[in-house]
Protein backbone atom coordinates (compact mmCIF):
# COMPACT_ATOMS: atom_id res chain seq x y z
CA UNK A 1 0.00 0.00 0.00
CA UNK A 2 2.72 2.57 0.74
CA UNK A 3 4.51 1.78 -2.87
CA UNK A 4 0.98 2.45 -4.47
CA UNK A 5 0.73 5.78 -2.39
CA UNK A 6 4.36 6.83 -3.19
CA UNK A 7 3.19 6.36 -6.96
CA UNK A 8 0.51 8.42 -6.60
CA UNK A 9 2.17 11.04 -5.09
CA UNK A 10 4.84 11.10 -7.77
CA UNK A 11 1.82 10.85 -10.40
CA UNK A 12 0.47 13.91 -8.66
CA UNK A 13 3.62 15.71 -8.73
CA UNK A 14 4.08 14.70 -12.74
CA UNK A 15 0.75 15.92 -13.57
CA UNK A 16 1.63 19.48 -11.83
CA UNK A 17 4.70 19.98 -13.23
CA UNK A 18 3.17 19.25 -16.78
CA UNK A 19 0.64 21.44 -16.28
CA UNK A 20 3.47 24.37 -15.86
CA UNK A 21 4.20 24.50 -19.91
CA UNK A 22 1.74 26.54 -21.84
CA UNK A 23 0.52 29.17 -24.89
CA UNK A 24 -1.31 32.03 -24.28
CA UNK A 25 -5.13 32.01 -25.36
CA UNK A 26 -4.64 34.20 -28.05
CA UNK A 27 -2.23 31.50 -29.40
CA UNK A 28 -4.65 28.74 -29.59
CA UNK A 29 -6.61 26.50 -32.06
CA UNK A 30 -7.27 28.49 -35.05
CA UNK A 31 -5.13 31.83 -33.96
CA UNK A 32 -4.41 34.23 -37.33
CA UNK A 33 -0.71 35.68 -37.08
CA UNK A 34 0.46 38.70 -38.42
CA UNK A 35 2.06 38.36 -41.73
CA UNK A 36 5.37 40.14 -42.78
CA UNK A 37 6.28 40.42 -39.18
CA UNK A 38 8.88 38.57 -37.30
CA UNK A 39 6.94 36.07 -35.86
CA UNK A 40 7.25 36.17 -31.30
CA UNK A 41 6.11 32.84 -29.79
CA UNK A 42 5.68 33.19 -25.95
CA UNK A 43 3.73 31.29 -22.87
CA UNK A 44 4.79 30.02 -19.03
CA UNK A 45 6.91 26.75 -18.10
CA UNK A 46 9.13 25.49 -15.04
CA UNK A 47 11.36 28.41 -13.90
CA UNK A 48 14.55 28.64 -15.77
CA UNK A 49 13.39 25.18 -18.23
CA UNK A 50 14.74 25.20 -21.96
CA UNK A 51 11.75 25.81 -23.97
CA UNK A 52 11.74 24.44 -27.91
CA UNK A 53 8.96 25.74 -30.51
CA UNK A 54 7.83 25.05 -34.19
CA UNK A 55 5.95 26.39 -36.36
CA UNK A 56 5.85 24.43 -39.74
CA UNK A 57 9.39 24.34 -41.28
CA UNK A 58 10.51 27.42 -38.46
CA UNK A 59 11.93 26.85 -35.00
CA UNK A 60 13.00 28.24 -32.45
CA UNK A 61 14.27 28.23 -28.57
CA UNK A 62 13.89 29.89 -25.33
CA UNK A 63 14.66 29.67 -21.81
CA UNK A 64 12.36 30.40 -18.94
CA UNK A 65 13.25 32.99 -16.57
CA UNK A 66 12.72 32.77 -12.63
CA UNK A 67 9.16 33.25 -12.92
CA UNK A 68 8.50 30.89 -15.83
CA UNK A 69 8.17 33.32 -18.34
CA UNK A 70 9.87 32.36 -21.99
CA UNK A 71 9.65 34.49 -25.36
CA UNK A 72 11.59 33.95 -28.67
CA UNK A 73 10.88 35.11 -32.34
CA UNK A 74 10.49 33.23 -35.77
CA UNK A 75 11.10 34.90 -39.01
CA UNK A 76 8.65 36.98 -40.63
CA UNK A 77 5.78 34.88 -43.22
CA UNK A 78 3.72 35.36 -46.04
CA UNK A 79 0.21 34.93 -45.77
CA UNK A 80 -0.75 31.48 -45.45
CA UNK A 81 -1.56 28.40 -43.71
CA UNK A 82 -2.91 26.32 -42.16
CA UNK A 83 0.33 25.32 -39.93
CA UNK A 84 0.58 24.24 -36.58
CA UNK A 85 2.37 25.69 -33.40
CA UNK A 86 4.33 22.92 -31.23
CA UNK A 87 5.96 23.97 -27.80
CA UNK A 88 8.26 21.16 -26.03
CA UNK A 89 9.82 21.65 -22.69
CA UNK A 90 11.45 18.51 -21.15
CA UNK A 91 8.71 16.03 -21.05
CA UNK A 92 5.90 18.60 -21.63
CA UNK A 93 4.29 19.06 -24.70
CA UNK A 94 1.73 21.91 -25.71
CA UNK A 95 0.26 22.83 -29.61
CA UNK A 96 -2.22 25.23 -31.08
CA UNK A 97 -3.20 23.91 -34.33
CA UNK A 98 -5.07 25.01 -37.60
CA UNK A 99 -2.77 28.44 -37.35
CA UNK A 100 -2.93 30.98 -40.10
CA UNK A 101 -0.71 34.05 -41.29
CA UNK A 102 -2.30 36.78 -42.28
CA UNK A 103 -3.54 40.25 -41.16
CA UNK A 104 -5.14 40.43 -37.22
CA UNK A 105 -6.81 43.42 -36.78
CA UNK A 106 -8.08 45.04 -33.18
CA UNK A 107 -11.72 45.81 -32.56
CA UNK A 108 -11.98 47.89 -29.40
CA UNK A 109 -14.63 50.61 -28.17
CA UNK A 110 -18.12 50.18 -26.63
CA UNK A 111 -21.36 49.05 -27.33
CA UNK A 112 -21.24 50.16 -31.38
CA UNK A 113 -18.35 48.23 -31.94
CA UNK A 114 -19.34 45.16 -29.36
CA UNK A 115 -22.59 45.09 -31.26
CA UNK A 116 -23.22 41.41 -32.96
CA UNK A 117 -24.35 40.37 -36.41
CA UNK A 118 -26.64 38.85 -35.19
CA UNK A 119 -28.40 41.73 -34.22
CA UNK A 120 -27.98 44.14 -36.96
CA UNK A 121 -28.78 44.77 -40.52
CA UNK A 122 -28.01 42.35 -43.39
CA UNK A 123 -27.74 39.75 -40.42
CA UNK A 124 -29.72 37.09 -42.72
CA UNK A 125 -27.72 37.39 -45.76
CA UNK A 126 -24.32 37.52 -44.19
CA UNK A 127 -25.04 34.10 -42.05
CA UNK A 128 -26.09 32.23 -45.38
CA UNK A 129 -22.63 32.73 -47.15
CA UNK A 130 -20.88 32.99 -43.85
CA UNK A 131 -18.15 30.29 -44.34
CA UNK A 132 -15.23 31.02 -44.24
CA UNK A 133 -11.91 29.16 -43.35
CA UNK A 134 -10.15 32.72 -43.64
CA UNK A 135 -12.02 34.99 -41.70
CA UNK A 136 -11.27 34.04 -37.82
CA UNK A 137 -12.38 36.17 -34.35
CA UNK A 138 -11.53 36.14 -31.08
CA UNK A 139 -13.67 37.86 -28.10
CA UNK A 140 -11.98 39.26 -25.62
CA UNK A 141 -14.17 38.76 -22.54
CA UNK A 142 -15.28 42.11 -20.37
CA UNK A 143 -12.60 41.87 -17.62
CA UNK A 144 -10.30 44.32 -15.47
CA UNK A 145 -7.08 44.33 -13.47
CA UNK A 146 -5.57 47.02 -11.11
CA UNK A 147 -2.05 46.18 -12.72
CA UNK A 148 -1.41 45.63 -16.69
CA UNK A 149 -1.45 41.78 -17.33
CA UNK A 150 0.52 39.17 -19.96
CA UNK A 151 -2.30 37.31 -20.05
CA UNK A 152 -6.05 37.81 -21.02
CA UNK A 153 -9.16 36.49 -18.59
CA UNK A 154 -10.45 34.12 -21.77
CA UNK A 155 -11.28 33.87 -25.18
CA UNK A 156 -11.46 31.35 -27.78
CA UNK A 157 -10.49 31.97 -31.90
CA UNK A 158 -13.96 31.20 -33.97
CA UNK A 159 -13.85 30.22 -37.59
CA UNK A 160 -16.71 31.92 -39.36
CA UNK A 161 -19.33 30.02 -40.19
CA UNK A 162 -23.23 29.94 -40.02
CA UNK A 163 -23.23 28.66 -36.55
CA UNK A 164 -20.15 30.93 -34.71
CA UNK A 165 -20.60 34.55 -36.87
CA UNK A 166 -23.53 36.04 -35.44
CA UNK A 167 -21.64 36.57 -32.50
CA UNK A 168 -18.84 38.44 -34.40
CA UNK A 169 -18.52 41.87 -34.07
CA UNK A 170 -20.42 43.41 -37.05
CA UNK A 171 -18.87 46.26 -37.83
CA UNK A 172 -15.55 44.32 -37.88
CA UNK A 173 -16.92 41.51 -39.74
CA UNK A 174 -18.62 43.98 -42.15
CA UNK A 175 -14.80 45.41 -42.17
CA UNK A 176 -13.12 41.80 -42.82
CA UNK A 177 -15.83 40.47 -45.40
CA UNK A 178 -15.18 43.76 -47.37
CA UNK A 179 -11.14 43.24 -47.36
CA UNK A 180 -11.54 39.51 -48.30
CA UNK A 181 -13.03 40.70 -51.24
CA UNK A 182 -10.47 42.61 -52.74
CA UNK A 183 -7.31 40.79 -51.57
CA UNK A 184 -6.92 37.00 -50.89
CA UNK A 185 -5.50 37.67 -47.28
CA UNK A 186 -6.59 35.87 -43.50
CA UNK A 187 -8.45 38.02 -41.47
CA UNK A 188 -8.00 38.11 -37.76
CA UNK A 189 -10.08 40.37 -35.43
CA UNK A 190 -9.41 40.48 -32.23
CA UNK A 191 -12.31 42.25 -30.44
CA UNK A 192 -12.08 43.77 -27.05
CA UNK A 193 -14.95 45.84 -26.38
CA UNK A 194 -16.99 46.96 -23.63
CA UNK A 195 -20.76 48.28 -23.95
CA UNK A 196 -20.69 52.18 -22.25
CA UNK A 197 -16.83 52.04 -21.62
CA UNK A 198 -15.41 55.84 -21.16
CA UNK A 199 -11.86 56.23 -23.21
CA UNK A 200 -9.91 56.24 -20.21
CA UNK A 201 -10.55 52.67 -19.09
CA UNK A 202 -8.48 52.07 -21.96
CA UNK A 203 -5.44 53.76 -21.24
CA UNK A 204 -2.71 53.36 -19.55
CA UNK A 205 -1.16 55.48 -16.54
CA UNK A 206 1.55 56.53 -18.67
CA UNK A 207 -1.33 57.48 -21.86
CA UNK A 208 -3.32 59.28 -19.11
CA UNK A 209 -0.68 61.12 -17.70
CA UNK A 210 -1.05 59.85 -13.96
CA UNK A 211 1.87 59.92 -11.39
CA UNK A 212 2.21 56.48 -9.46
CA UNK A 213 0.96 58.42 -6.43
CA UNK A 214 -2.28 59.52 -8.53
CA UNK A 215 -2.30 55.48 -10.04
CA UNK A 216 -2.17 54.67 -6.24
CA UNK A 217 -4.67 57.01 -5.19
CA UNK A 218 -6.87 55.53 -7.70
CA UNK A 219 -6.70 51.69 -6.58
CA UNK A 220 -7.60 52.93 -3.39
CA UNK A 221 -10.05 54.69 -4.66
CA UNK A 222 -11.57 52.13 -6.48
CA UNK A 223 -11.52 49.46 -3.62
CA UNK A 224 -13.23 51.44 -1.04
CA UNK A 225 -15.92 52.20 -3.92
CA UNK A 226 -16.67 47.80 -4.32
CA UNK A 227 -16.27 47.41 -0.31
CA UNK A 228 -19.36 50.17 0.45
CA UNK A 229 -21.43 49.04 -2.27
CA UNK A 230 -21.23 45.33 -1.71
CA UNK A 231 -21.90 45.87 2.35
CA UNK A 232 -24.85 47.96 1.27
CA UNK A 233 -25.97 45.33 -0.66
CA UNK A 234 -25.22 42.83 2.06
CA UNK A 235 -27.44 45.20 4.18
CA UNK A 236 -30.37 45.09 1.67
CA UNK A 237 -30.49 41.42 0.91
CA UNK A 238 -30.06 40.60 4.59
CA UNK A 239 -27.21 38.34 4.31
CA UNK A 240 -24.61 37.14 2.21
CA UNK A 241 -24.62 37.92 -1.37
CA UNK A 242 -25.80 34.79 -3.76
CA UNK A 243 -23.39 33.52 -6.22
CA UNK A 244 -25.09 29.90 -7.16
CA UNK A 245 -29.00 30.76 -8.98
CA UNK A 246 -30.59 28.29 -6.76
CA UNK A 247 -34.29 28.92 -9.05
CA UNK A 248 -32.76 26.88 -11.25
CA UNK A 249 -34.08 23.86 -9.26
CA UNK A 250 -30.46 21.86 -8.86
CA UNK A 251 -31.13 21.91 -5.16
CA UNK A 252 -34.72 22.01 -4.70
CA UNK A 253 -37.82 23.19 -6.86
CA UNK A 254 -37.38 25.34 -10.05
CA UNK A 255 -38.89 29.27 -9.53
CA UNK A 256 -40.83 28.87 -12.43
CA UNK A 257 -42.89 25.93 -10.65
CA UNK A 258 -46.73 27.75 -10.02
CA UNK A 259 -46.72 26.15 -6.26
CA UNK A 260 -43.18 27.53 -5.25
CA UNK A 261 -43.53 29.36 -1.86
CA UNK A 262 -42.50 33.02 -2.65
CA UNK A 263 -43.68 33.95 1.06
CA UNK A 264 -39.91 35.43 1.97
CA UNK A 265 -39.82 37.40 -2.15
CA UNK A 266 -40.64 41.16 -2.35
CA UNK A 267 -42.77 43.37 -3.92
CA UNK A 268 -41.91 44.83 -6.96
CA UNK A 269 -42.87 47.53 -9.30
CA UNK A 270 -43.64 46.52 -13.02
CA UNK A 271 -42.27 47.87 -15.30
CA UNK A 272 -39.80 49.91 -13.09
CA UNK A 273 -35.65 49.13 -12.84
CA UNK A 274 -34.97 47.31 -9.85
CA UNK A 275 -32.28 49.66 -9.54
CA UNK A 276 -34.71 52.30 -8.60
CA UNK A 277 -36.60 50.65 -5.91
CA UNK A 278 -34.09 50.06 -3.36
CA UNK A 279 -31.70 47.70 -5.45
CA UNK A 280 -29.01 50.27 -6.61
CA UNK A 281 -25.68 48.55 -7.60
CA UNK A 282 -27.64 45.15 -8.04
CA UNK A 283 -26.40 43.13 -10.93
CA UNK A 284 -26.77 39.05 -11.90
CA UNK A 285 -29.82 37.34 -12.14
CA UNK A 286 -33.38 38.06 -10.59
CA UNK A 287 -36.45 36.13 -10.60
CA UNK A 288 -39.84 38.26 -11.22
CA UNK A 289 -43.09 36.74 -10.42
CA UNK A 290 -46.66 37.42 -10.74
CA UNK A 291 -50.32 35.62 -11.27
CA UNK A 292 -53.00 36.16 -13.14
CA UNK A 293 -56.59 34.83 -13.16
CA UNK A 294 -58.17 33.29 -16.64
CA UNK A 295 -61.43 32.27 -17.51
CA UNK A 296 -62.40 28.82 -19.28
CA UNK A 297 -62.91 31.15 -22.38
CA UNK A 298 -60.24 33.58 -22.10
CA UNK A 299 -57.68 30.10 -21.46
CA UNK A 300 -58.76 27.96 -24.37
CA UNK A 301 -58.00 31.19 -26.95
CA UNK A 302 -54.22 31.41 -25.76
CA UNK A 303 -52.72 34.67 -26.05
CA UNK A 304 -49.53 37.11 -26.15
CA UNK A 305 -47.79 37.80 -23.29
CA UNK A 306 -46.51 41.36 -23.45
CA UNK A 307 -43.20 42.05 -21.16
CA UNK A 308 -41.83 45.53 -22.20
CA UNK A 309 -37.70 45.65 -22.58
CA UNK A 310 -36.02 42.97 -20.40
CA UNK A 311 -32.34 44.59 -19.36
CA UNK A 312 -30.84 42.62 -20.12
CA UNK A 313 -31.55 38.76 -20.84
CA UNK A 314 -34.92 37.18 -19.49
CA UNK A 315 -35.94 33.82 -19.92
CA UNK A 316 -40.32 33.45 -19.29
CA UNK A 317 -42.20 30.58 -18.15
CA UNK A 318 -46.19 30.50 -17.73
CA UNK A 319 -47.28 27.74 -15.38
CA UNK A 320 -43.93 25.91 -15.72
CA UNK A 321 -43.63 26.15 -19.21
CA UNK A 322 -40.88 28.02 -21.26
CA UNK A 323 -42.80 30.47 -23.28
CA UNK A 324 -39.90 32.77 -24.63
CA UNK A 325 -36.94 34.59 -23.87
CA UNK A 326 -34.37 36.94 -25.23
CA UNK A 327 -30.45 37.15 -24.88
CA UNK A 328 -28.44 40.77 -24.31
CA UNK A 329 -31.49 42.39 -25.89
CA UNK A 330 -31.85 44.98 -23.62
CA UNK A 331 -33.94 47.83 -25.63
CA UNK A 332 -35.74 45.15 -27.48
CA UNK A 333 -39.77 44.69 -26.63
CA UNK A 334 -40.80 41.27 -25.78
CA UNK A 335 -44.45 39.39 -27.33
CA UNK A 336 -44.37 36.01 -26.24
CA UNK A 337 -47.10 33.44 -27.94
CA UNK A 338 -48.74 31.21 -25.26
CA UNK A 339 -50.92 28.46 -26.21
CA UNK A 340 -53.92 27.14 -24.71
CA UNK A 341 -52.29 24.39 -23.27
CA UNK A 342 -49.53 26.41 -21.45
CA UNK A 343 -52.61 28.32 -19.50
CA UNK A 344 -55.04 27.13 -16.66
CA UNK A 345 -59.12 28.24 -16.01
CA UNK A 346 -58.18 30.16 -12.41
CA UNK A 347 -55.06 30.74 -11.01
CA UNK A 348 -51.98 31.12 -13.52
CA UNK A 349 -48.27 32.19 -12.16
CA UNK A 350 -45.75 34.02 -14.73
CA UNK A 351 -42.42 33.89 -13.84
CA UNK A 352 -39.79 35.43 -15.41
CA UNK A 353 -35.45 35.31 -14.92
CA UNK A 354 -33.86 38.38 -15.73
CA UNK A 355 -29.93 38.47 -15.91
CA UNK A 356 -28.50 41.75 -15.95
CA UNK A 357 -24.85 42.00 -16.84
CA UNK A 358 -24.76 45.74 -16.24
CA UNK A 359 -26.45 49.28 -15.54
CA UNK A 360 -30.13 49.24 -14.97
CA UNK A 361 -31.94 45.93 -14.10
CA UNK A 362 -35.29 44.47 -14.87
CA UNK A 363 -38.46 44.54 -17.05
CA UNK A 364 -38.57 48.17 -17.94
CA UNK A 365 -40.44 50.23 -20.82
CA UNK A 366 -43.72 52.01 -20.79
CA UNK A 367 -46.72 50.35 -18.80
CA UNK A 368 -48.85 49.99 -21.98
CA UNK A 369 -46.06 47.49 -23.10
CA UNK A 370 -46.58 44.88 -19.82
CA UNK A 371 -50.46 42.74 -20.85
CA UNK A 372 -51.86 40.15 -21.88
CA UNK A 373 -53.22 40.01 -25.38
CA UNK A 374 -56.15 37.79 -27.02
CA UNK A 375 -57.00 36.86 -30.47
CA UNK A 376 -58.53 40.14 -31.64
CA UNK A 377 -56.63 42.67 -30.16
CA UNK A 378 -58.52 42.69 -26.09
CA UNK A 379 -55.72 43.49 -23.93
CA UNK A 380 -55.47 43.57 -20.21
CA UNK A 381 -52.45 45.10 -18.32
CA UNK A 382 -50.23 43.05 -15.70
CA UNK A 383 -48.53 46.43 -14.87
CA UNK A 384 -48.26 47.46 -11.49
CA UNK A 385 -47.37 46.21 -8.09
CA UNK A 386 -48.58 43.40 -7.76
CA UNK A 387 -44.98 41.42 -8.92
CA UNK A 388 -42.79 39.86 -6.37
CA UNK A 389 -39.01 39.92 -6.99
CA UNK A 390 -35.56 37.37 -5.25
CA UNK A 391 -32.22 38.05 -6.65
CA UNK A 392 -30.23 34.43 -7.15
CA UNK A 393 -27.40 35.98 -8.23
CA UNK A 394 -25.73 39.23 -6.96
CA UNK A 395 -22.66 40.55 -9.17
CA UNK A 396 -21.97 44.32 -7.94
CA UNK A 397 -22.94 46.71 -10.42
CA UNK A 398 -19.07 47.75 -8.97
CA UNK A 399 -17.88 45.59 -11.28
CA UNK A 400 -20.19 46.33 -14.21
CA UNK A 401 -18.47 49.78 -13.72
CA UNK A 402 -15.28 49.11 -14.39
CA UNK A 403 -15.32 50.32 -18.26
CA UNK A 404 -15.73 53.73 -16.12
CA UNK A 405 -12.27 53.14 -14.08
CA UNK A 406 -9.23 54.37 -15.50
CA UNK A 407 -6.62 52.22 -16.83
CA UNK A 408 -9.00 49.01 -16.05
CA UNK A 409 -9.67 47.66 -19.37
CA UNK A 410 -5.62 48.54 -20.35
CA UNK A 411 -4.71 46.05 -18.17
CA UNK A 412 -6.59 43.20 -18.72
CA UNK A 413 -8.38 43.47 -22.14
CA UNK A 414 -5.49 45.28 -24.45
CA UNK A 415 -1.99 45.21 -22.62
CA UNK A 416 -1.88 41.37 -22.88
CA UNK A 417 -2.43 41.53 -26.83
CA UNK A 418 0.76 44.22 -27.29
CA UNK A 419 2.55 41.01 -27.55
CA UNK A 420 2.01 40.34 -30.98
CA UNK A 421 2.46 42.63 -34.08
CA UNK A 422 -1.25 43.79 -35.42
CA UNK A 423 -2.25 44.73 -38.94
CA UNK A 424 -3.94 47.98 -37.55
CA UNK A 425 -6.62 49.54 -34.85
CA UNK A 426 -10.55 49.75 -35.24
CA UNK A 427 -12.09 52.22 -32.75
CA UNK A 428 -15.59 52.56 -32.12
CA UNK A 429 -15.88 54.78 -28.89
CA UNK A 430 -16.97 58.29 -27.75
CA UNK A 431 -20.57 58.38 -26.77
CA UNK A 432 -19.56 57.82 -23.12
CA UNK A 433 -17.31 60.55 -23.57
CA UNK A 434 -19.91 63.40 -24.65
CA UNK A 435 -22.00 64.01 -21.20
CA UNK A 436 -20.73 67.62 -20.38
CA UNK A 437 -18.69 69.88 -22.67
CA UNK A 438 -15.93 69.44 -21.07
CA UNK A 439 -16.05 65.80 -21.18
CA UNK A 440 -16.24 66.57 -25.17
CA UNK A 441 -13.79 68.97 -25.61
CA UNK A 442 -11.33 66.94 -23.76
CA UNK A 443 -11.26 64.09 -25.47
CA UNK A 444 -9.72 65.39 -28.35
CA UNK A 445 -5.83 65.08 -26.22
CA UNK A 446 -6.89 61.86 -24.65
CA UNK A 447 -7.78 60.12 -27.94
CA UNK A 448 -4.19 61.57 -29.71
CA UNK A 449 -2.29 60.55 -26.63
CA UNK A 450 -4.64 56.57 -26.50
CA UNK A 451 -3.25 56.70 -30.10
CA UNK A 452 -0.24 57.20 -29.82
CA UNK A 453 0.21 54.87 -26.50
CA UNK A 454 -1.13 51.98 -28.06
CA UNK A 455 1.40 52.65 -30.90
CA UNK A 456 4.03 52.82 -28.49
CA UNK A 457 2.69 49.53 -26.35
CA UNK A 458 2.60 47.87 -29.37
CA UNK A 459 5.87 48.93 -30.40
CA UNK A 460 4.65 50.02 -34.41
CA UNK A 461 4.87 53.52 -34.51
CA UNK A 462 2.67 53.53 -38.02
CA UNK A 463 0.06 51.33 -36.70
CA UNK A 464 -2.72 52.31 -38.93
CA UNK A 465 -5.86 53.59 -36.09
CA UNK A 466 -9.12 53.70 -38.05
CA UNK A 467 -12.44 54.65 -35.95
CA UNK A 468 -15.84 55.15 -36.39
CA UNK A 469 -17.16 58.62 -35.55
CA UNK A 470 -20.00 59.00 -33.88
CA UNK A 471 -23.48 58.32 -35.82
CA UNK A 472 -26.59 60.67 -35.61
CA UNK A 473 -28.77 60.36 -32.27
CA UNK A 474 -31.49 62.66 -30.17
CA UNK A 475 -34.44 64.18 -31.74
CA UNK A 476 -33.27 66.87 -34.38
CA UNK A 477 -33.06 70.16 -34.20
CA UNK A 478 -35.24 73.08 -33.71
CA UNK A 479 -33.03 75.68 -34.72
CA UNK A 480 -29.27 76.33 -34.96
CA UNK A 481 -29.08 76.82 -31.57
CA UNK A 482 -30.03 72.99 -30.76
CA UNK A 483 -26.86 71.64 -30.87
CA UNK A 484 -26.12 68.85 -27.79
CA UNK A 485 -22.76 67.55 -26.85
CA UNK A 486 -22.10 65.39 -29.75
CA UNK A 487 -20.57 68.08 -32.31
CA UNK A 488 -18.13 68.96 -30.14
CA UNK A 489 -17.11 64.69 -29.51
CA UNK A 490 -16.74 64.40 -33.25
CA UNK A 491 -14.69 67.52 -33.54
CA UNK A 492 -12.31 65.86 -31.01
CA UNK A 493 -12.32 62.60 -33.01
CA UNK A 494 -11.49 64.15 -36.09
CA UNK A 495 -8.60 66.42 -34.48
CA UNK A 496 -7.08 63.01 -34.19
CA UNK A 497 -6.46 62.71 -38.05
CA UNK A 498 -3.80 65.21 -37.53
CA UNK A 499 -1.44 61.60 -36.96
CA UNK A 500 -0.19 59.77 -39.25
CA UNK A 501 -2.00 56.64 -40.90
CA UNK A 502 -5.47 57.43 -39.57
CA UNK A 503 -8.42 57.81 -41.12
CA UNK A 504 -12.35 58.61 -39.57
CA UNK A 505 -15.45 56.80 -41.02
CA UNK A 506 -18.21 59.25 -40.71
CA UNK A 507 -21.65 58.18 -39.86
CA UNK A 508 -24.00 60.96 -40.17
CA UNK A 509 -26.13 59.26 -42.49
CA UNK A 510 -26.79 55.99 -40.52
CA UNK A 511 -27.83 56.91 -37.19
CA UNK A 512 -31.23 56.57 -35.62
CA UNK A 513 -33.13 59.16 -33.76
CA UNK A 514 -33.98 56.99 -30.64
CA UNK A 515 -31.10 54.39 -30.38
CA UNK A 516 -27.68 54.73 -29.65
CA UNK A 517 -27.11 51.50 -31.59
CA UNK A 518 -27.70 52.05 -35.49
CA UNK A 519 -28.60 48.90 -36.98
CA UNK A 520 -26.40 49.48 -39.97
CA UNK A 521 -23.60 48.62 -39.22
CA UNK A 522 -22.41 47.53 -43.13
CA UNK A 523 -21.73 51.16 -43.46
CA UNK A 524 -19.43 51.46 -40.72
CA UNK A 525 -17.21 48.12 -41.26
CA UNK A 526 -17.21 49.03 -45.34
CA UNK A 527 -15.72 52.77 -44.65
CA UNK A 528 -13.01 51.63 -42.67
CA UNK A 529 -12.33 48.93 -45.11
CA UNK A 530 -12.27 51.48 -47.98
CA UNK A 531 -9.19 53.40 -45.40
CA UNK A 532 -7.49 50.39 -44.82
CA UNK A 533 -7.61 49.14 -48.51
CA UNK A 534 -6.18 52.75 -49.50
CA UNK A 535 -3.76 52.75 -47.16
CA UNK A 536 -2.69 49.39 -46.08
CA UNK A 537 -3.35 47.37 -48.81
CA UNK A 538 -2.62 49.64 -51.14
CA UNK A 539 -5.30 50.43 -53.55
CA UNK A 540 -5.17 53.54 -55.57
CA UNK A 541 -7.51 56.08 -56.50
CA UNK A 542 -10.16 55.12 -53.47
CA UNK A 543 -11.56 58.54 -52.08
CA UNK A 544 -11.39 57.38 -48.31
CA UNK A 545 -13.44 59.78 -46.81
CA UNK A 546 -16.44 61.94 -47.32
CA UNK A 547 -15.87 65.84 -48.02
CA UNK A 548 -13.70 67.60 -45.76
CA UNK A 549 -13.48 71.28 -44.78
CA UNK A 550 -10.20 72.67 -46.21
CA UNK A 551 -10.38 75.99 -45.75
CA UNK A 552 -13.12 79.42 -46.86
CA UNK A 553 -13.01 82.77 -47.58
CA UNK A 554 -15.48 85.19 -47.05
CA UNK A 555 -16.39 88.19 -49.36
CA UNK A 556 -19.80 89.65 -50.42
CA UNK A 557 -22.01 88.83 -47.63
CA UNK A 558 -20.68 84.67 -48.02
CA UNK A 559 -18.60 82.26 -47.40
CA UNK A 560 -16.93 79.84 -49.69
CA UNK A 561 -16.07 76.87 -48.42
CA UNK A 562 -13.33 74.52 -50.45
CA UNK A 563 -13.65 70.63 -49.40
CA UNK A 564 -11.25 68.23 -49.74
CA UNK A 565 -12.16 64.34 -50.59
CA UNK A 566 -14.44 65.25 -53.20
CA UNK A 567 -13.43 62.78 -55.42
CA UNK A 568 -15.01 63.32 -58.90
CA UNK A 569 -17.91 66.18 -57.82
CA UNK A 570 -20.00 67.25 -54.55
CA UNK A 571 -23.72 66.29 -54.49
CA UNK A 572 -26.35 65.48 -52.02
CA UNK A 573 -27.64 62.56 -50.33
CA UNK A 574 -30.61 61.18 -53.23
CA UNK A 575 -30.76 64.52 -54.73
CA UNK A 576 -32.30 66.27 -52.09
CA UNK A 577 -31.83 70.13 -51.36
CA UNK A 578 -28.35 70.74 -49.84
CA UNK A 579 -28.75 71.86 -46.28
CA UNK A 580 -27.14 71.75 -42.48
CA UNK A 581 -24.98 75.05 -42.79
CA UNK A 582 -25.33 78.11 -40.48
CA UNK A 583 -23.54 81.41 -40.47
CA UNK A 584 -23.26 83.39 -37.16
CA UNK A 585 -22.43 87.34 -37.61
CA UNK A 586 -21.01 89.73 -35.51
CA UNK A 587 -23.97 89.92 -32.94
CA UNK A 588 -23.14 86.03 -31.86
CA UNK A 589 -26.57 84.70 -33.41
CA UNK A 590 -26.07 81.86 -35.52
CA UNK A 591 -28.77 81.69 -38.15
CA UNK A 592 -29.98 78.65 -40.70
CA UNK A 593 -28.25 79.21 -43.95
CA UNK A 594 -28.20 78.44 -47.79
CA UNK A 595 -26.10 76.71 -49.59
CA UNK A 596 -25.40 76.09 -52.89
CA UNK A 597 -22.70 73.82 -54.97
CA UNK A 598 -20.05 75.46 -56.56
CA UNK A 599 -17.46 72.93 -58.19
CA UNK A 600 -15.23 71.56 -55.61
CA UNK A 601 -17.21 74.35 -52.85
CA UNK A 602 -20.20 75.36 -51.01
CA UNK A 603 -21.28 79.04 -51.23
CA UNK A 604 -23.09 79.98 -48.14
CA UNK A 605 -25.29 83.00 -47.36
CA UNK A 606 -28.21 84.19 -45.18
CA UNK A 607 -30.25 87.17 -45.40
CA UNK A 608 -29.98 87.69 -41.76
CA UNK A 609 -26.20 87.65 -41.71
CA UNK A 610 -25.21 90.35 -44.15
CA UNK A 611 -21.26 90.09 -42.41
CA UNK A 612 -20.43 86.53 -41.80
CA UNK A 613 -17.77 86.25 -39.08
CA UNK A 614 -18.44 82.07 -38.82
CA UNK A 615 -20.01 79.14 -40.46
CA UNK A 616 -20.37 75.77 -39.39
CA UNK A 617 -22.13 72.45 -40.88
CA UNK A 618 -23.77 69.51 -39.57
CA UNK A 619 -23.58 71.35 -35.77
CA UNK A 620 -25.73 68.95 -34.31
CA UNK A 621 -26.23 65.60 -32.75
CA UNK A 622 -29.00 64.28 -35.18
CA UNK A 623 -28.11 67.06 -38.04
CA UNK A 624 -30.94 65.77 -40.51
CA UNK A 625 -30.53 68.40 -42.93
CA UNK A 626 -27.14 67.98 -43.25
CA UNK A 627 -26.50 66.39 -47.03
CA UNK A 628 -23.47 67.13 -48.55
CA UNK A 629 -21.76 63.96 -50.11
CA UNK A 630 -19.16 63.52 -52.88
CA UNK A 631 -19.43 60.99 -55.90
CA UNK A 632 -18.94 57.68 -53.79
CA UNK A 633 -22.16 58.79 -51.53
CA UNK A 634 -19.66 59.15 -48.53
CA UNK A 635 -21.32 62.16 -45.86
CA UNK A 636 -19.11 65.54 -45.81
CA UNK A 637 -17.75 65.73 -42.35
CA UNK A 638 -19.24 68.20 -39.95
CA UNK A 639 -17.11 71.20 -39.06
CA UNK A 640 -16.84 74.90 -37.88
CA UNK A 641 -15.24 77.53 -38.76
CA UNK A 642 -14.24 81.38 -37.44
Do not use: C
Not at 292 to 308: D, R
Amino acid sequence: MRTLLLSLVALTLASAAQAQLRLPLVLSDGAVLQRHHPIPVWGWAAPDAAVSVRLGDAAGQATADAEGRWRTTLPARSAGGPVDLVVTSGGERAQATDLLVGDVWVLSGQSNMEWTLANADDAEAVVATADDPGLRHFLVPKSFASMPQDELAGGSWAVASPETIGGFSAVGTFFARDIRAHHDVPIGLLHTSWGGSRIEPWMSADMLGLSTAEVDALRDQEAARVDALAARLRGVLGGDLPTEDAGLGDDGPHWSDPDLDTSDWVRLQVPGLWEAQGYDGLDGVAWIRTSFTLSAAEAAEGLTLGLGMIDDSDETWVNGVAVGGMTDAWNQVRRYPVSAEALRVGANTLTVRVTDTGGGGGIAGDADLVYLEWPGGRRRSLAGAGWHFKPAVVRLDADAQKNQVPMELWNQMVAPLTAQPVAGVLWYQGESNANTPEDAAAYGAQFRALIQGWREAWNQPDLPFFWAQLASFHAPPTGPDDTGLWPTLRESQSAALALDRTAEAVLLDVGEADDIHPRDKRSVGERLARAARAMVYGEGGLVVSGPRYRRHTVGGGEVTVTFGHVGDRLGTRGGVPLGGFALRGADGAWHDAEARIVGHRVVVSSPSVPIPVAVRYAWADNPVAATLVNAEGLPAAPFRAE
